[in-house]
C-alpha cells in the first residue's frame, strides 16, 4: 500500500516532468500567481484543514514551540502567497545558455540551463514549506514530490489539493506537484531510493532527518544543515565593529545554522574587548558563556568550555569562547572544530584578511560582517531552497539555479569524429 | 586491517588536502611535471612490477583484450608522462572568482572556485587511470584516494610510490597521493562510507562498478557510464551528411559510451537512405543490424529487434533501427529508451532543430554531428575525468572545473544584520 502510493506518485511525477520542461515561463509564472491567489481564496478550507493538525498536535502532547510552527491564520497563508507571487517576479534561469564557444572544427559547443527534473523535499513539522517547495520546484520547470511531517498532514493536504488544482488550471500538467499522504515512516524509506523516478532529494529539517537522508538515499542528496560558526577577532581589528558583529551573530536569530556558536579572540586584545563585550551579552540578551582558562582568568563568572563545547552548534543564547595566540590558532581551531558553514575575521589587517579568505575552508568566508549573512535572500538571489553543506553541486545558499541542472547543446553542419 | 588501511590512508589524504587546498599554482604544475619526469626515469620498476600484474593474470585466465589493457611498456609509460605534463599547461580553474556581486548594504559577495578536498576513485584494470586520476586532482588542489583493480595492483603500487615521492619532492605534501593496497573487495564498501574524510567519490569503469557505489555509497557520488543514443534522421535532412554521421556514430569506436545504439529514420527518408546506409554497415564495417518491421520490409536481410535491443547498450558493432512517423515519435522513443546521454538530430529544418534541442533531456544533444564527441578533449577542456549521466554537480564531459566546488566569500565593513 505505501509502496504502491510512492511509487505511483512518483512515477506521475516523472511523466509531468517531461511537460514541465518545455512549459514557457510565461505558463510557470502564471501558475506560481495562481496558486497564490487560490491559497487565499481558499484559506478557510486551509484552516480548517490545519485546526485538525492542531487538536491532534495538542492530544500528542507537542510543544509550544512546534505547535506555533504548525498553526497556519489568515496572516500566515497571505504570507505563503506572496512568497510565490515573489518567485513567480525572479528571472527565470531555464533556458540560459551560461556558456558557448566554438571549437576549431567548427562545432559550436553551449552550456544551457535546463530543469533537474523530480525534485523529492522530506520536511518536518511547517506547513508552509509545502507552499515553498512547490512553488520553487514549478519556477524552475521541475515536477516535486513533497513528503511532509505528519503532524502537518491535514494542512499539507490541503494546500496540495488547492495548489495542485491551481496550476493545472493555469496550464501546468497533471501530476507535477505530488504529495505523499500516508504518513508511514516506510514512504521515506522507498522515496530514498526511486532513481528512476526521482533525480535529486533535499532533506529540509533536522540534523536526524538529514543524516537519516543522506545515509539511506541512492538518488543524489543535497545535505543542508549543521551550523558550527565562527566569530575570530583578530588584534588589528575595530573592536567597536567586532562588538557588533559579535552580538548579532550570536543574538539576532540564534536557532538557525548561521547563527556564531564559538568566538575566537586574540590574546592581545582580550583583555579589551571581553569584559565589556561578554557582559553585555550576559545582562542585555541572556546569553551563556563558557570560556577557556583565559577567558575565565579574565571574567570571573564565565563557566568553563568544555572540549564538547567546541564541537556543539548550540543553537540556543549559549556563546563558547576562546583566547588564541594568532590567526594560525584561530584557523585551526575553525579547522578542527567547525562545520565549514559561515566563518567570519574581524580585521583591518590587509594580509590576514586575505589568508581567512583563502585558508577557511567554508560555504561562505567573512571579512568584518556578521555569519548571519549566509541566506539566499541577504545574498539576493530572491529565494532559498537551503544552504548546501556539501561540496557537490551547491554550497552555501542555494537560490533558483540550484534547482537547475544543464544540457551541452551542439550546433554542427556535418562534423563527424576522426 | 583493512578497515584500518582504508581509515588511516584516508584520515592522511584529508590532512594533506588542507594544505593542498593552499598550495601556488605554480607548486601543483611542478609536482605534475616531476611527476612525470620520474614516470619515466624509472619506468624500469614500473614495468618489472606490471610483469607480475601480466603473469598473474595469464593464470588467471584474463581474455586478450583485458590483458592488453593491463599491460604498459616504455611507450605506454611515455603516454602518462605526457598527460600529465599537458594537465600542468592547462590553466588552474582554483581561484578563479566566477561572479561577484554588491549588495545594497555594501557587501560585497564573490563565487570563488576552491578544491573539493579529499576525492576518491574506484577503477578498474587500466593502471594509466592511477596517473591520469592523480594528476587530475593534484592540479585541481585536491587530495586522492585511489582504490584500482586487483589485476593490476602490481603495477599501480609501483606508479603510486613513483608519484607520490615525486609530487613531495616538488612540494605537495605527504599524502596526498593514496593507493589502498589491500585487494579485499570490503575496502570499496568501507571507503563508500567515510564521509567524514572523503568529500566525493567517482567510479570509473564497468556499469556493476559504478551501480555498485551509487547503490551504497553515503559519500556523495558522481555517476559515469551508459549511453543507449541514438541519431534521428529527419524526413528533411541532408542524406549523404546523414549517412556520414550514423557510420560514424556507430562504428569509429563502438564500444564507448557516445557510440550510436539506435538509427531512428523518418518514413519518409527510410526508403532512400536504409538500403545503401545498412548495406554499407555491414559490408564495409561488420555491423550487425536488428530493424523494426518496417526496416525488414525495406531490407530483407534485417534482423528483428525486440523492445530489449532498443533499450541495449551493446557497445559493438550491432545496430538497432526503427523507421518512425515523425520527430515526436522520434522523442518519444528517445524519452522511453535513451538513458540521457547523447542524442543527435540530422535535419536542415530549423523549427525541428531548436524543437530536438530544447525538448529532448540528455548531457548532449547534437543538431547534424555525430555523438562521438561528447568528450572532455573534443569540447576543448584539455582533460577528462569521465562523463556525467547524472544530474547533480555535473553533467555530460568533466574537466578541470568539475574536480572544484566553490566558496562565497564576502567583503565587509562591519555590516550586521537588522
Same mark, same amino acid.
Given at each position: ?27 510557470? *509564472? %502564471? ?14 478550507? @486551509? @484552516? ?42 525572479? +528571472? ?15 562545432? %559550436? ?23 515553498? /517547495? ?7 520547470? &521541475? #515536477? ?5 511531517? !505528519?503532524? /502537518? ?6 494546500? /496540495? ?34 532513481? %528512476?523516478?526521482? *533525480? ?33 577577532? *583578530? ?6 565593529? #567586532? ?8 543574538? %539576532?536569530? +540564534? ?23 561578554? *557582559? ?18 579574565? @571574567? ?25 595566540? &594568532? ?14 558553514? !559561515?566563518?567570519? @575575521? ?50 552555501? +545558499? ?21
Amino acid at each position: 500500500m505505501v509502496r504502491e502510493e510512492v511509487m505511483s506518485k512518483a512515477a506521475k511525477a516523472r511523466e509531468a516532468s517531461r511537460v514541465m520542461g518545455s512549459l514557457s515561463t510565461a505558463v510557470r *509564472d %502564471q501558475a506560481l500567481l495562481v496558486m497564490a491567489e487560490e491559497l487565499v481564496d481558499r484559506s478557510d478550507e @486551509i @484552516i480548517e484543514a490545519n485546526k485538525m493538525d492542531m487538536s491532534k498536535g495538542r492530544e500528542r502532547g507537542l510543544s509550544t514551540a512546534l505547535l506555533d510552527r504548525l498553526l497556519l491564520t489568515e496572516g500566515r497563508i497571505n504570507e505563503m502567497a506572496e512568497g510565490l507571487r515573489a518567485i513567480a517576479m525572479l +528571472p527565470d534561469p531555464v533556458g540560459e545558455v551560461i556558456s558557448m564557444w566554438k571549437r576549431p572544427n567548427g562545432l %559550436q559547443i553551449g552550456k544551457m540551463r535546463v530543469p533537474v527534473g523530480v525534485i523529492g523535499i522530506i520536511y518536518e513539522a511547517r506547513p508552509n514549506v509545502t507552499v515553498d /517547495a512547490a512553488g520553487l520546484c514549478l519556477k524552475t520547470g &521541475n #515536477a516535486v514530490v513533497l513528503r511532509g511531517g !505528519s503532524e /502537518a498532514i491535514c494542512s499539507n493536504k490541503a494546500i /496540495a489539493a488547492i495548489i495542485s488544482e491551481a496550476a493545472v488550471r493555469a496550464g501546468a500538467p497533471e501530476g507535477a506537484i505530488q504529495l505523499i499522504e500516508t504518513t508511514d515512516r516506510e514512504a521515506v524509506n522507498i522515496l530514498m531510493k526511486l532513481n %528512476q523516478y526521482i *533525480d535529486i532529494l533535499i532533506p529540509r529539517g533536522g540534523a536526524g532527518l538529514i543524516q537519516t537522508v543522506v545515509r539511506n538515499a541512492t538518488v543524489p542528496v543535497i545535505e543542508t544543515g549543521v551550523g558550527n560558526c565562527h566569530v575570530y577577532v *583578530d588584534n588589528e581589528a575595530d573592536l567597536e565593529m #567586532a562588538k557588533a558583529i559579535v552580538i548579532n551573530a550570536k543574538t %539576532q536569530r +540564534p536557532g538557525v545554522c548561521n547563527a556564531m556558536e564559538t568566538l575566537l579572540v586574540n590574546k592581545d586584545v582580550a583583555g579589551l574587548l571581553l569584559p565589556d563585550l561578554l *557582559d553585555t551579552l550576559r545582562k542585555d540578551y541572556g546569553v551563556e558563556v563558557r570560556g577557556c582558562p583565559a577567558t575565565k582568568a579574565l @571574567i570571573s563568572w564565565v563557566n568553563e568550555a568544555s572540549d564538547e563545547d567546541y564541537f556543539t552548534e548550540f543553537l540556543d543564547l549559549i556563546l563558547a569562547v576562546r583566547v588564541v595566540d &594568532n590567526i594560525d590558532e584561530a584557523m585551526d581551531h575553525i579547522y578542527k572544530y567547525g562545520t565549514k558553514h !559561515s566563518e567570519a @575575521i574581524v580585521t583591518t589587517n590587509y594580509n590576514k584578511a586575505r589568508r581567512f579568505l583563502n585558508e577557511v575552508d567554508a560555504a561562505a568566508v567573512y571579512v568584518n560582517a556578521s555569519t548571519r549573512f549566509t541566506d539566499g535572500f541577504q545574498y539576493g538571489f530572491g529565494a532559498e531552497i537551503g544552504i548546501s553543506t556539501q561540496k557537490l553541486h551547491a554550497r552555501g +545558499p542555494m537560490g533558483l539555479a540550484e534547482l537547475t541542472t544543464t544540457k551541452y547543446i551542439v550546433f554542427g553542419e556535418g562534423q563527424i569524429r576522426k
